[in-house]
């Protein structure tokens, strides 16, 4: 039976100083839904292609509950340079964002500092 695959631009999760974050879906499967933890810089290639990450790996021992959790610890590891940004990160212009995308400029709370680091267990 015949088929046809089309692309879904995938859910721009953060955007911060140009660099846009994208959800992740299992299989690449949209129908899937957005995966809980993972999240990509590239606009178009899927798993496998190393933009992939884990928030939960990137900064241990910090909360992960809440959406505004993971933006702020996606912030603090794209301004320390622990996040790898795709050629595509850009992409085209996108028509509309996603009603759950929290990309606006407002600002959020501030990233732990080193000193904070000292609170958290270390594994």
């Known amino acids: ?13 953060a955007e911060h100083n140009g660099v846009k974050v994208y959800r992740r879906y299992l299989d690449d499967d949209v129908d899937q839904g957005p995966m809980e933890y993972w999240f990509t810089t590239s606009y178009a290639k899927g798993e496998g292609s190393g933009f992939n ?29 622990f996040i790898k940004i795709a ?11 996603s009603e759950d995308a929290d990309t606006e400029d407002k600002p959020l709370a501030p990233f732990p500092t080193p000193d904070l680091f000292n609170h958290f267990p270390v594994f």
């Open 1 to 13: 039976m015949p088929y046809q695959q089309i692309f879904v631009s995938p859910e721009l999760f």
């Open 87 to 97: 050629d595509d990160n850009s992409g085209p212009q996108l028509e509309g964002r």
């Open 53 to 81: 990450f884990d928030v939960r790996e990137l900064i241990e021992g910090l909360p992960v509950e809440t959406d505004e959790d993971k933006r702020r610890i996606i912030v603090g590891a794209l301004d320390r340079g």
